[in-house]
């Protein structure tokens, strides 16, 4: 009698089923291995992308200074300004009686912002201080922060601590300024340190038709808006490609802090100087400050509400550096060691310092390229002769001469019906909308590719109505790719 066989499973020559945990080990390892490899050049790759989108931002904010001073002649003025003490920072309670908007309220219209311009030309009808008052009038300008005013980098404001303090309430923050010279608040009146922006004393307060006085209804009025009372393309003795025109600021998150704030007059909100060079380590020295800050912190400073000796430094979230833009639209990324002096003969509008080349210190920021229209000049066309205009623009010169298509088009920012073919491109004329002043108009034109919808370029457009029609009095071709 044989005994019983018992089956066995042979495993042998099958495979396995799953990984050992060494193999599990082993992957884990060459993940970690992979992304430790990968991650800096991930992150190096975001900063690069949101340095190229705050120089995108700087781009369009120069082209909106381009048309505006197309349009009236001049850049708007830094500050326009009708109150007695010119150097007050605050709201009317603090002795700023009597002052229009500020340089990047007055190119609202320009960035494609009509109805918040809008508000700020109602408000100055019925109001008194532009950065303290228009922020509770219709539309609230100056709650919100335009996102093109808005750097990726910067460190992120929160709607809880708007600026509310030195009697200005709920204002916000952006990220952009203007050079007010090269060495504080009051270098616009020393004129081998002023810079592309200054305070402008109004003509109406020069003739003394205003009363320094609180609520005085002698302030108000469009007359504060100061066109065109700002700068000139002549008085830029040293270039406008030789001149920054506009750099970077970062905001701190506390209502007691005014940098940032982009509706207020005061230095380190919609401006900044040269007395210390980019991201400096030395302490900025400002109106509306914070005692919360930390000593050791980037944005350590003082406080000063005695005087106009105030100055703060051009400082960004990218490391290694700010971008600014030169007044003829070109932007750059200049390096935190910048030599001082150089750093202050770029921050001069009439300096007289040698013309250095930005290639030697700066790199070109990175971005679209973006053609400003041509400074202190424009290219006429006349509108009746129609084969001239219609090899222009054909769709959209037609409209000029009809003012209810004119009113649609360029009033109301229509589109033409049919797309138009320039060089390798066929573009849509897109008009943003037009600022209409009694027989004059100015419209701002965006030209878009029609396949892509790519921004080509943004030209600034002149009418004037004549015998009941609109004729195109300036209109500045896009460029050519």
């Not at 019983?4 to 089923?17: N, W």
Request: proline residues 6%; aromatic residues 8%.
């Amino acid at each position: 009698m044989h005994a019983p066989r018992t089956k066995t499973r042979s495993t042998h020559g099958r495979p396995r089923l799953g990984a050992s945990a060494i193999e599990l080990l082993v992957v884990v390892l060459v993940i970690g291995l992979f992304i430790a490899v990968l991650s800096p050049a991930i992150l190096a790759a975001r900063a690069n992308a949101r340095k190229a989108n705050c120089a995108d931002n700087l781009k369009q904010i120069g082209v909106a200074l381009a048309i505006f001073e197309q349009t009236y002649g001049s850049y708007p003025p830094g500050v326009p300004n009708c109150s007695k003490l010119n150097w007050v920072q605050g709201g009317t309670q603090a002795g700023a009686h009597c002052a229009g908007p500020n340089w990047q309220m007055n190119i609202l219209a320009k960035m494609e912002h009509q109805d918040l311009y809008q508000h700020v030309k109602n408000s100055m009808m019925t109001q008194w201080n532009a950065a303290d008052d228009t922020e509770h009038e219709d539309g609230h300008v100056g709650r919100t922060t335009p996102r093109e005013y808005i750097c990726p980098s910067a460190p992120v404001m929160s709607p809880e601590q708007r600026l509310s303090t030195y009697y200005m309430e709920r204002n916000s923050k952006g990220n952009y300024a203007a050079n007010f010279g090269a060495d504080d608040y009051m270098s616009f009146e020393d004129p081998q340190k002023s810079g592309a922006f200054g305070v402008v004393m109004l003509k109406k307060f020069k003739r003394k038709l205003v009363i320094s006085l609180h609520d005085h209804p002698s302030s108000k009025g469009l007359w504060k808006m100061g066109n065109p009372e700002g700068r000139t393309v002549k008085d830029f003795h040293d270039g406008i490609g030789y001149t920054i025109a506009v750099s970077e600021v970062i905001g701190y998150d506390s209502r007691k802090d005014g940098r940032g704030c982009w509706t207020c007059n005061a230095m380190g909100s919609a401006m900044f100087s040269g007395k210390t060079g980019p991201n400096s380590k030395e302490p900025d020295v400002i109106a509306m400050y914070s005692e919360a800050i930390p000593k050791g912190h980037v944005l350590y400073g003082s406080e000063n509400r005695k005087d106009g000796h105030v100055w703060a430094a051009a400082r960004s979230g990218h490391p290694g550096g700010v971008n600014a833009m030169m007044a003829d639209v070109s932007a750059y990324f200049f390096n935190d060691d910048i030599e001082i002096e150089v750093w202050r003969s770029l921050l001069t509008r009439s300096g007289g310092e040698p013309k250095i080349s930005t290639d030697t210190f700066a790199a070109p920021a990175e971005g679209p390229e973006v053609a400003p229209p041509a400074l202190g000049r424009s290219t006429d066309y006349d509108a009746t002769d129609s084969g001239q205009m219609e090899n222009l623009v054909s769709e959209t010169s037609g409209s000029a001469s009809d003012p209810d298509r004119f009113e649609k088009l360029f009033v109301e920012g229509g589109v033409p019906s049919n797309p138009q073919d320039y060089g390798e491109h066929l573009f849509w004329m897109k008009p943003r909308g037009a600022e209409v002043d009694g027989d004059s108009a100015t419209s701002s034109v965006l030209v878009e590719d029609a396949e892509t919808e790519k921004r080509l370029d943004i030209v600034g457009w002149t009418f004037a109505k004549q015998e009941g029609a609109w004729k195109i009095k300036s209109a500045p071709l896009p460029r050519r790719e």
